[in-house]
């Protein structure tokens, strides 16, 4: 499994973004697909992540009633739509896929995901 993020960029307080993230390769086996954020000098940490099956999803509480994630099942293809950002948010962004039973019950955990694909920027100005 591929995984390609896009949709980072530059952009005020306030504003809202959505990030992509296409997959190709044995898609079907994808279990969940995850988003975390690393900035800079910190730990890569959890954001969201939805059920690839399902669409059942998780945000983390510090996101969550601005941070929306999604998945396109036809497209393979999964969404975080950002809204109300803050410069707290920026940090690179990176989805991540697993097909492992290991994910269950731990969607949190970087070391579930076997597949990352590259991060994609975001930067937030005050």
């Known amino acids: 499994v591929q995984l390609q993020a896009s949709g980072g960029g530059l952009v005020q307080a306030g504003d809202s973004l959505r990030l992509s993230c296409t997959t190709s390769?044995?898609?079907?086996?994808?279990?969940?697909m995850g988003w975390f954020r690393q900035a800079p000098g910190k730990e890569r940490e959890f954001v969201a992540a939805?059920?690839?099956?399902?669409?059942?999803?998780s945000v983390e509480d510090y996101v969550k009633g601005r941070f929306t994630i999604s998945r396109d099942n036809a497209k393979n293809t999964g969404y975080l739509q950002m809204n109300s950002l803050d410069p707290e948010d920026t940090a690179v962004y990176y989805c991540?896929?697993?097909?492992?039973?290991?994910?269950?019950?731990?969607?949190?955990?970087?070391?579930?995901?076997?597949?990352w694909g590259r991060g994609t920027l975001v930067t937030v100005s005050s």
């Open positions: 991540a896929a697993s097909n492992s039973f290991r994910v269950v019950g731990n969607w949190k955990r970087k070391d579930v995901y076997n597949y």
């Open positions: 939805v059920s690839w099956s399902s669409g059942t999803t």
């Open positions: 390769g044995r898609t079907s086996s994808i279990n969940v």
